[in-house]
């Protein structure tokens, strides 16, 4: 595959396609992610995103990514896990957000 351009490694190889995999797990959500929140933008109501984004980094992705190889057997893949982990909270809140209805009330 393409990481072998990079590095030809056996454990180098199977360690980024296993990254790579459990990324591919976020980006299914992250569409969801950009699409809710930029509608959100576009209406006028910026706030929920922002707040969303703040809390998701700094309390869930962040915290995630750093503890999960240190306190699991996940290793290396725990921050991939964290990172993931970043991308779903904000989806799914922002998505029952958006279903509320609340944006509509916005003056743009």
């Known amino acids: 595959g393409i990481v072998r351009i990079f590095n ?3 454990a180098v190889v199977e360690t980024t396609a296993t990254f790579l995999r459990i990324a591919a797990a976020g980006y299914i959500l992250l569409g969801f992610q950009a699409v809710t929140m930029n509608s959100l933008s576009g209406a006028g ?3 929920p995103s922002m707040i969303t984004n703040i809390v998701t ?3 869930i992705s962040m915290p995630l990514a750093f503890f999960l190889p240190r306190i699991t ?3 290396v893949y725990g921050v991939r896990w964290g990172m993931v982990a970043g991308v ?4 799914v809140v922002l998505t029952i957000y ?3 209805g609340r944006w509509k009330r916005k003056n743009v």
Do not use: M, R
Not at 88 to 91: D, L, N, T
């Open 8 to 10: 030809a490694e056996p």
């Open 45 to 47: 109501d910026n706030v």
């Open 57 to 59: 980094v700094w309390f």
């Open 73 to 75: 057997d996940l290793g």
């Open 88 to 91: 779903i909270v904000p989806a």
């Open 98 to 100: 958006f279903k509320t």
